[in-house]
């Protein structure tokens, strides 16, 4: 996946300005930023869901999304919420209900999704995401709207997942510990320009003690100083 | 544990009891009212030609059922509101899918409908007789007027209520235009076309007393005007219950066709 000198302007304001990004196959890469840092912003460029005002996207296909929410569809079971927008036959069928399985839910393929709890309806969206084996996994937060304790779950499955299926995987998210559990590479990102690039060389699985430093330096670059 | 099982009985006792009290304070207006009509009528408060007697309302009933007469009427006057329901409700789906679906159709559509919803249905059946005569045609069309109002305004809801997020994801999961609509749309607005059918049938059967006390030989309403001029009120005592009953029945049917196309809501409490 790359970006090159890619402009993002609201009117007069710009979001982005001459961003450059390279994602590795089957690299893991943190975007932090503040709110209003535009991260949220590439990742709908990223996602196909904006277009940019100037440069080059290249984005691998598939490349699939896991939003905030969970995002669906009420009406549809959680196997064909899954499959959405592939075809209903016997082959998707079972990929799906594999997927499903991987994230721990093979038991709930015929439920609707009001009964699924907010850990679980996330799932679903991860299944949806991994089931059209993407080259690119963009990840919008996704922890963001769960409890403390199914969050760490989550963080866990995804780490899993991921080093399972190796795609290229881009997080945006404003969690320092996340993204340094999580990711092969962290970027800070600040009015639109990269202030931060980071490899994180730690051996997993991590322990949060051996990060503090990475974890200093990265709030820092946020403006958060800790005494 | 011995101090529960004394009291537990008791109590039970008194829920159901509370239970029956309820159940006979419900019906006791009704059944009250009953009576007095019944005694009223009996010992000659009531006169006939006011209100029938029930034993009497009942017989005319039976009389109109056996004879034919009650079918004859009541036959021609469903194929009306249906032919008016399925006309105006069917246009006013299309509008106000239309309207809800696309930028185009909403600026080209919606702002006509807004202008003509505030005219009542009633104020048409003057032009409508100008215009289509005295016959079916203009019948019909008033119940289609006044059916497909509600109809447009909930489809046009019901298609807009779809979340932007959800339409996100469908082109991120690349559902396709054709599929989007019959996979998202027309699901999330299914609720608001049960809302809107609901109220589409009980302005038809309005709209129906409406047209057929204004100028026809067969109908319900003409049963009525015909009962009114005769004084025989246990006619139109008859004519008042079968319009209750088609209003339940609408309802009946309206909630069945819920169920059935909306699983999804089935096990929500």
Redesign the interface.
């Known amino acids: 996946m790359q970006l090159r000198q890619v402009d993002k302007r609201f009117g007069a304001r710009a979001i982005l300005s001459a961003f450059d990004l390279r994602i590795g196959a089957g690299e893991f890469v943190a975007l932090l930023g503040k709110s209003g840092s535009g991260k949220t912003t590439l990742l709908r460029i990223l996602a196909g869901l904006e277009p940019a005002s100037g440069g080059r996207v290249q984005v691998p296909q598939p490349c699939t999304v896991v939003f905030q929410e969970p995002r669906l569809i009420e009406s549809k079971s959680v196997l064909d919420n899954v499959r959405v927008g592939l075809p209903g036959d016997a082959r998707t069928r079972q990929v799906a209900l594999s997927a499903l399985a991987e994230v721990g839910l093979g038991e709930h393929a015929d439920a609707w999704p009001h009964t699924l709890s907010g850990g679980e309806a996330q799932r679903v969206a991860l299944a949806r995401a991994l089931m059209r084996e993407p080259r690119l996994l963009l990840l919008d937060e996704p922890f963001a709207a769960l409890d403390a304790l199914t969050r760490l779950k989550m963080q866990a499955l995804v780490a899993d997942l991921c080093a399972r299926h190796r795609p290229a995987v881009l997080l945006v998210t404003h969690d320092v510990d996340e993204a340094i559990m999580l990711a092969d590479r962290v970027l800070v990102l600040a009015e639109g320009r990269a202030l931060l690039d980071r490899q994180v060389e730690l051996s997993r699985p991590r322990q949060r003690a051996q990060a503090e430093p990475l974890r200093r330096e990265l709030l820092g670059a946020l403006g958060v100083h800790e005494h | 544990m011995s101090e529960l099982s004394m009291h537990a009985p008791p109590r039970l006792y008194a829920l159901t009891g509370s239970r029956l009290r309820g159940l006979s304070l419900r019906v006791l207006v009704p059944v009250l009212l009953l009576a007095l009509w019944a005694y009223g009528s009996y010992a000659g408060w009531i006169a006939e030609n006011v209100l029938a007697s029930p034993l009497e309302v009942v017989r005319t009933a039976a009389r109109l059922i056996a004879s034919g007469v009650l079918w004859h009427h009541l036959s021609l006057s469903l194929g009306r509101a249906l032919l008016g329901l399925l006309v105006g409700g069917g246009l006013g789906l299309g509008l106000g899918m239309g309207a809800g679906l696309s930028k185009l159709g909403e600026q080209l559509i919606d702002p006509t409908v807004q202008m003509v919803r505030a005219i009542p249905f009633l104020a048409l059946v003057p032009l409508f007789i100008v215009w289509f005569g005295i016959g079916e045609t203009s019948k019909v069309l008033l119940i289609a007027a006044a059916a497909a109002k509600p109809m447009y305004l909930n489809a046009y809801g019901g298609a807009r209520s779809v979340?932007p997020?959800?339409v996100?994801?469908?082109?991120?999961?690349?559902?396709?235009r054709r599929?989007q609509l019959l996979?998202?749309y027309l699901?999330?607005a299914?609720p608001s076309l049960m809302v809107g059918l609901r109220l589409s049938i009980s302005l038809s059967l309005i709209a129906l007393i409406a047209v057929e006390v204004i100028n026809t030989s067969r109908g319900i309403g003409f049963l009525m005007l015909q009962a009114q001029e005769f004084f025989k009120t246990g006619i139109l005592v008859v004519c008042m219950v079968l319009y209750a009953l088609l209003g339940l029945g609408s309802d009946l049917l309206v909630r069945a066709l819920e169920q059935t196309f909306?699983?999804?809501r089935r096990?929500?409490v």
């Open positions: 979340d997020k959800l996100e994801m469908a082109r991120v999961f690349g559902l396709s599929r996979e998202l699901p999330t299914l909306m699983p999804w096990s929500r």
